[in-house]
């Protein structure tokens, strides 16, 4: 899977599976990641948050899923490091 180029500054990896906010939430709790903000809107909910230092944005929209954005293409592998650890949590469970 390789990171879409939203627009000038943001870039996407979309997330195979799909969580509703609460399990989302849930999931944010038991992650080492530093919960910066949270905003919940009819179609599309974001966490915005640092994961190893750098900032990322999981958003949950109504049309296109669940994906993880991020401001550098260079963060493209932390962000799949993040993938995996979500995969591993959700596969535990």
Do not use: C, H
């Not at 293409?73 to 596969?91: C, G, H, M, P």
């Amino acid at each position: 899977m390789e990171a879409l180029k939203i627009n000038k500054s943001l870039w996407s990896l979309p997330l195979d599976f799909s969580f509703d906010s609460s399990e989302i939430n849930e999931l944010i709790k038991v992650m080492d990641i530093e919960l910066q903000e949270v905003v919940i809107s009819p179609n599309a909910d974001m966490w915005y948050f640092l994961f190893m230092k750098e900032e990322f944005i999981l958003v949950s929209d109504v049309d296109d899923g669940l994906d993880i954005r991020f401001f550098k293409k260079e963060n493209e592998d932390l962000a799949k490091k993040f993938i995996n650890k979500i995969t591993s949590i959700v596969s535990f469970k």
